[in-house]
């Protein structure tokens, strides 16, 4: 389930959609999260506080196959997670979706939920319908897929990995 913002929350949205605000703090709130989420012990990063849903999303480099750990926004659709790679409407998409463009499998840590998952780009009407709820949850997209739009925004869905079950033994 998605927490809506609340009004405070949306005012503030509204100040880092702002082309220089969102230039400013595009490189650096990662690690502000990073720092906030250790001195919190893992139960806030500046994100939340902004009112956006995070999750901490461990995927395996593309080129160097060492794990990378992203606090990224997390949109809730039962068990699936959309992710939408706007990278603040940057000129490249995130690292984070190279990551799992090259290694689908991934772990998800958050408030809400724990374990393993696999990624896949959505597309057609399931691309339509994850990004109208990325929208409906921050307009800032909007402003993103302007500023980007020498490029597509792909969004990532994450599925839970599934255990195979074990044949019976008679």
């Excluded at 809506?4 to 703090?25: E, G, S, Y």
């Excluded at 595009?26 to 995070?54: C, Y």
Aim: proline share 6%; net charge positive; with cysteine.
């Amino acid at each position: 389930m998605i927490r809506k913002p609340n009004v405070l929350q949306k005012l503030i949205h509204r100040f880092v959609m702002w082309r220089p605000v969102t230039a400013f703090f595009a490189p650096r709130v990662h690690r502000l999260d990073k720092t906030i989420l250790k001195l919190t012990r893992g139960k806030f990063t500046l994100s939340e506080i902004l009112g956006w849903n995070i999750i901490q999303l461990t995927t395996l480099g593309a080129k160097t196959g060492q794990p990378r750990t992203m606090p990224l926004i997390g949109l809730f659709d039962g068990e699936k997670i959309a992710l939408i790679a706007s990278s603040f409407g940057r000129k490249h998409n995130p690292a984070w979706y190279y990551n799992l463009k090259a290694h689908p499998e991934c772990q998800v840590q958050s408030s809400q939920r724990t374990g393993a998952y696999i990624a896949r780009e959505a597309e057609g009407d399931e691309y339509k319908k994850y990004w109208q709820l990325g929208v409906s949850y921050y307009e800032g997209y909007e402003k993103y897929k302007e500023r980007a739009s020498h490029r597509h925004i792909p969004v990532m869905l994450l599925e839970p990995k599934r255990k195979k079950k074990k044949p019976p033994l008679f």
